[in-house]
């Protein structure tokens, strides 16, 4: 056990989640609800006397805090309605609830640094589905803390993370502050107490949750397919992932094609940007068969969508925008920001969603220490963001292929 526990302390995030479940394995029967790794526990008259998470057991809100990961349908605007275990109903959002607990007594002025917060939503099709939720700060001890909850129903169904859904409660901040779509990554997201700086001092007074939305879907029925890239803007150079700098415009790409033998009529098109990108306005322009160098698009792309009109099987249409980086004092973050767009196309017979990534690092002030620009896994639908057993990240979506060269020299005519 000593072993694992110190595995857990000297390895990157995702391999220690992956060893601190096989920890909790052992400690842990199976029948209780999972979370790791184990660790020294305090009580609300006996607290801790240096930086550590969510130990208190019997924490007069939530109860043993280790359990600290819970779910309600979104509908539920009523304080309680918590719970570990959910049965979804498609259509239907959910809120993912993490308690986040400095638990070192007030008088010692100990602040945790770097404290992030960051989920593991599966991208799998199954009848009961995990979240783990992991809470993280440079000086903690032990660093990373875990606990999960469960999504279930008697038929398959999967899950897709809302964009700019996730926020953080907290005293200073009752009605939440906006937090990073990073959170569904191995990035996290930044926490703190009066800003999301990652500094969290220990006492109640400093805790507070952090929440974020998830959808339950039916598996995907439609027969079509749906591809979402990122460019240079100008330069037709098409990939899932791309490196920007703040204030700079890239282009989006989106592909449709479908591949069912019937017809599919009023096909839409819509696209959600994350924080930190804005709409270039009169950018969108969509292409089809009988306009092969396309033509201008309605600005509904972010809003409502585009309705492109019906396709027969093999037919398709590309659309491509514009949107800008934000200035580097308006990104979300401190360091590297993961800014994650989502494609959605949606016929009679379902919808798709598929991702692209900008990522850009926002400079920080002298004295704070910013994390690594990572260039990481896309989420939706359609691509996995990191695995359940495993939480490794997944391999970005390879590129939609064949692509047209009309598509490639559009911005060169």
Same mark, same amino acid.
């Given at each position: 056990?000593?072993?694992? !526990?110190?595995?857990?302390?000297?390895? =990157?995030?995702?391999?220690?989640?992956?060893?601190?479940? $096989?920890?909790?394995?052992?400690?842990?029967?199976?029948?209780?609800?999972?979370?790791?790794?184990?660790?020294?526990?305090?009580?609300?008259?006996?607290?801790?006397?240096?930086?550590?998470?969510?130990?208190?057991?019997?924490?007069?809100?939530?109860?043993?805090?280790?359990?600290? /990961?819970?779910?309600?349908? *979104?509908?539920?605007?009523?304080?309680?309605?918590?719970?570990?275990?959910?049965?979804?109903?498609?259509?239907?959002?959910?809120?993912?609830?993490?308690?986040?607990?400095?638990? %070192? %007594?007030?008088? !010692?002025?100990?602040? $945790?640094?770097?404290?992030?917060?960051?989920?593991?939503?599966? @991208?799998?099709?199954? +009848?009961?589905?995990?979240?783990?939720?992991?809470?993280? *700060?440079?000086?903690?001890?032990?660093?990373?803390?875990?606990?999960?909850?469960?999504?279930?129903?008697?038929?398959?169904?999967?899950?897709?993370?809302?964009?700019?859904?996730?926020?953080?409660?907290?005293?200073?901040?009752?009605?939440?502050?906006?937090?990073?779509?990073?959170?569904?990554?191995?990035?996290? %997201?930044?926490?703190?107490?009066?800003?999301?700086?990652?500094? &969290?001092?220990?006492?109640?007074?400093?805790?507070?949750?952090?929440?974020?939305?998830?959808?339950? @879907?039916?598996?995907?029925?439609?027969?079509?397919? !749906?591809?979402?890239?990122?460019?240079?803007?100008?330069?037709?150079?098409?990939?899932? =992932?791309?490196? %920007?700098?703040?204030?700079?415009? /890239?282009?989006?790409?989106?592909?449709? +094609?479908?591949?069912?033998?019937?017809?599919?009529?009023?096909?839409?098109?819509?696209?959600?940007?994350?924080?930190?990108?804005?709409?270039?306005?009169?950018?969108?322009?969509?292409?089809?068969?009988?306009?092969?160098?396309?033509?201008?698009?309605?600005?509904?792309?972010?809003?409502?969508?585009?309705?492109?009109? =019906?396709?027969?099987?093999?037919?398709?249409?590309?659309?491509?925008? =514009?949107?800008?980086?934000?200035?580097?004092?308006?990104?979300?973050?401190?360091?590297? @920001?993961?800014?994650?767009?989502?494609?959605?196309?949606?016929?009679?017979?379902?919808?798709?969603?598929?991702?692209?990534?900008?990522?850009?690092?926002?400079?920080?002030?002298?004295?704070?220490?910013?994390?690594?620009?990572?260039?990481?896994?896309?989420?939706?639908?359609?691509?996995?963001? !990191?695995?359940?057993?495993? &939480?490794?990240?997944?391999?970005?979506?390879?590129?939609?292929?064949?692509?047209?060269?009309?598509?490639?020299?559009?911005?060169?005519?």
């Amino acid at each position: 056990m000593n072993t694992l !526990l110190h595995m857990v302390r000297n390895t =990157s995030w995702r391999l220690k989640a992956l060893v601190a479940m $096989a920890a909790a394995a052992v400690i842990v029967p199976a029948a209780v609800m999972a979370w790791g790794p184990d660790r020294p526990t305090y009580d609300i008259n006996h607290v801790a006397d240096h930086i550590t998470f969510n130990s208190i057991t019997d924490n007069p809100n939530v109860g043993d805090e280790r359990n600290f /990961v819970t779910i309600k349908d *979104a509908s539920n605007t009523s304080a309680g309605g918590w719970e570990d275990d959910v049965t979804v109903e498609p259509g239907h959002e959910y809120l993912v609830r993490l308690y986040v607990h400095n638990n %070192a %007594a007030s008088n !010692l002025n100990l602040v $945790a640094q770097n404290t992030r917060v960051m989920a593991n939503l599966p @991208n799998t099709t199954d +009848k009961r589905i995990p979240v783990e939720g992991f809470v993280t *700060a440079d000086n903690a001890s032990p660093q990373q803390i875990w606990d999960q909850a469960y999504f279930n129903s008697d038929q398959d169904f999967n899950l897709t993370y809302v964009p700019g859904s996730a926020a953080m409660f907290n005293k200073v901040f009752p009605n939440g502050t906006q937090l990073s779509d990073g959170i569904v990554t191995s990035a996290g %997201a930044l926490v703190g107490y009066n800003a999301m700086d990652g500094n &969290l001092p220990g006492c109640f007074n400093y805790a507070g949750y952090v929440t974020f939305k998830v959808k339950a @879907n039916l598996p995907e029925s439609a027969n079509f397919k !749906l591809t979402k890239e990122v460019s240079k803007h100008g330069a037709n150079d098409w990939k899932k =992932s791309y490196n %920007a700098q703040p204030g700079e415009t /890239v282009d989006y790409l989106i592909e449709y +094609k479908n591949t069912d033998s019937a017809q599919q009529d009023d096909v839409v098109i819509k696209d959600t940007l994350p924080a930190g990108m804005s709409y270039v306005p009169g950018s969108t322009k969509y292409g089809t068969s009988a306009h092969p160098d396309g033509v201008k698009a309605s600005d509904n792309i972010t809003g409502q969508g585009i309705n492109i009109g =019906s396709y027969a099987q093999n037919g398709g249409t590309w659309v491509i925008f =514009s949107a800008t980086v934000a200035n580097n004092d308006q990104l979300p973050a401190c360091g590297g @920001n993961t800014l994650i767009n989502v494609a959605r196309a949606e016929t009679d017979f379902g919808y798709k969603e598929d991702t692209a990534n900008v990522v850009v690092n926002k400079f920080c002030q002298p004295g704070q220490t910013p994390p690594p620009v990572v260039e990481l896994p896309t989420t939706g639908t359609t691509s996995n963001i !990191l695995t359940f057993v495993g &939480l490794g990240v997944a391999t970005a979506a390879a590129a939609y292929a064949a692509r047209s060269e009309r598509v490639r020299k559009l911005f060169r005519g």
